[in-house]
């Protein structure tokens, strides 16, 4: 049977399995998460290519509508100048050039929008060209991120089953009523269950014991529990 130190250690051995358990269970719990990040990126890379090239499109039609007015302004233009030769009157022949006039000026209006417009699909078009290489590179990364981090969940799952073939092997030499102790104070506090006691301060609560129960404790024959987080405590040399 062995001695009550020899118990102790065994639980801080256990303890130590339980918390890199923890930790990589908590990793694990976190891919799903970070994996739905690498994809919500891409979506919204993606959107913002379907909305620039919604702008294109947007700018074309709008080029198209100028153009279609400035081709039906030069035929009224051309219409109205084929008039004023027929014209009998001053006031006729007055209107028809105020009428031409008004139609140039809704013509170099409309040609002023359409080289607005070209311009502006231009510099779309060359957003849209810097979007799909970055997007390339991005689509590339985010692929070996995913990769990486599968990687990363296959070497979790081997160590955790690795940690709990230890865990299930180092418990079996505890005595059951200690082990019990532990699982019950372990469930009660919601994280550390056994605690090193230095300088008469327990490191689970940093509290100070009672001056006779560090006394006890370093003689290490029996159970002791911190009086104010109720864990598990153990003498550790300074």
Known sequence: M?????????????QKIE????????????????L??????????????VDKKSLLNDLSKKYRSYDSVVQTNLAMVKKS????????????YQALLKEIEELKTKNSQAEDEMLLCLDLMDETEKDICVKKEEYSKLKERVSSDKETIMQEVEHGKERLAKLKAEWDSISSRVRPELLGKYMMVSQRVKGAAIAPVKKSVCNGCNMNLPPQMYNELQRCDSLKFCPNCQRIIYWEQS
Do not use: P, Y
């Open 81 to 92: 100048q084929e008039k004023l030769g027929a014209v009998k009157t001053n006031r006729e």
């Open 19 to 34: 918390i890199e358990s923890g930790d990589i269970q908590s990793k694990l719990s976190s891919v799903s998460e970070k």
């Open 36 to 49: 739905d990040s690498f994809d919500a990126g891409l979506k919204e890379f993606e959107q913002s290519m």
């Open 2 to 14: 062995t001695n009550m130190k020899e118990q102790i250690d065994i639980l801080v051995k256990l």
